[in-house]
C-alpha cells in the first residue's frame, strides 16, 4: 500500500526506523495530517506537521507516478457508474495533491472529478465530513449517495454520513481475507457496510456491485 510505503519512508528520514505494517494498519483510513500529528507525537519528531505532510507527499507521488494502477473490475464499475449516467466524487483522507496525482495515474481522473481531501474539511474519517461534503458538491441528498470504502474508519463515516457504503477491505497480496494480518480488522469492523467483499479486490466483483446500487435506488 503506497500510503503506508510512504508514512515509513517519511519516518526514516527523520530517524525512526523499522516501522512496520502492523504499526500502519491502525491509521488504514485516517487522514494523513492525523496520522502525521500521532506519529509526530508518539516518536518526538521535532518537524512541523506541515513539513511531514510535504515529506509524505514528495514519497507518495513518486511511488504513484511509477505503479499506480486501478484494479479492472474497479474500473469496470466506476466506469459502468459513469455510463448510466451516476455522478461521481472522491472524498478522501489524503491530500488533494496525492488525490490528483493518483487519478491521473490511473486514467480514472475524467470519470472523478468532484473530489474532497481532508483538507478541505473540519474533521477527517470516521467523522463524515468528506462525505457530506462531496454529497454538497454534487448536489445530492446524502441518503441518495452510495459509498466504496476499504477501511473501517471510512465506513464508519459513510454511517454517520446516512450513506449507503460497500466494502472492500485492503488486503495485502499473499495474506488471509479477514485475518489480523490483512488490515487489522475483523469483519466486525465492517457488519455497517450494505455489501461486502470481505475478500477485498481480488473478490470485489464490478456486476454484483452495480447491480447492489441498482436495487438500492
Not at 506519529?39 to 507527499?57: S, T
Not at 496525482?101 to 463524515?128: C, D, F, M, Q
Request: hydrophobic fraction near 40%.
Amino acid at each position: 500500500m503506497k500510503k503506508g510505503r510512504a508514512g515509513r519512508l517519511t519516518l526514516e528520514r527523520y530517524g525512526v526506523t523499522g516501522f512496520t505494517w502492523e504499526q500502519h494498519t491502525r491509521f488504514i483510513g485516517i487522514g494523513t495530517r492525523e496520522t502525521l500529528e500521532t506519529l509526530r507525537a508518539e516518536y518526538g519528531i521535532d518537524a512541523p506537521v506541515d513539513e511531514l505532510l510535504a515529506v509524505k507527499n514528495h514519497h507518495y507521488l513518486e511511488l504513484v507516478g511509477t505503479s499506480a494502477t486501478a484494479f479492472p473490475q474497479m474500473r469496470a464499475f466506476m466506469e459502468r457508474l459513469h455510463t448510466a449516467g451516476h455522478p461521481l466524487a472522491v472524498a478522501s483522507g489524503s491530500s488533494r495533491t496525492a488525490i490528483d496525482a493518483a487519478l491521473e495515474a490511473t486514467g480514472l481522473g475524467s470519470l472523478l472529478t468532484v473530489r474532497v481531501s481532508a483538507e478541505e474539511v473540519g474533521r477527517g474519517k470516521p467523522e463524515p465530513d468528506v462525505f457530506l461534503e462531496a454529497a454538497r458538491l454534487l448536489g445530492a441528498a446524502p441518503a441518495e449517495c452510495g459509498v466504496v470504502e476499504d477501511s473501517a474508519p471510512g465506513v464508519e463515516a459513510a454511517r454517520r454520513a446516512g450513506m449507503r457504503c460497500i466494502a472492500v477491505p485492503y488486503v495485502p497480496d499473499g495474506q488471509r481475507p479477514g485475518s489480523d494480518e490483512s488490515e487489522g480488522q475483523d469483519g466486525a469492523a465492517f457488519a455497517s457496510a450494505g455489501l461486502v467483499f470481505a475478500g477485498g479486490q481480488r473478490e470485489f466483483d464490478a456486476q454484483i456491485a452495480y447491480d447492489w446500487v441498482a436495487q438500492s435506488n
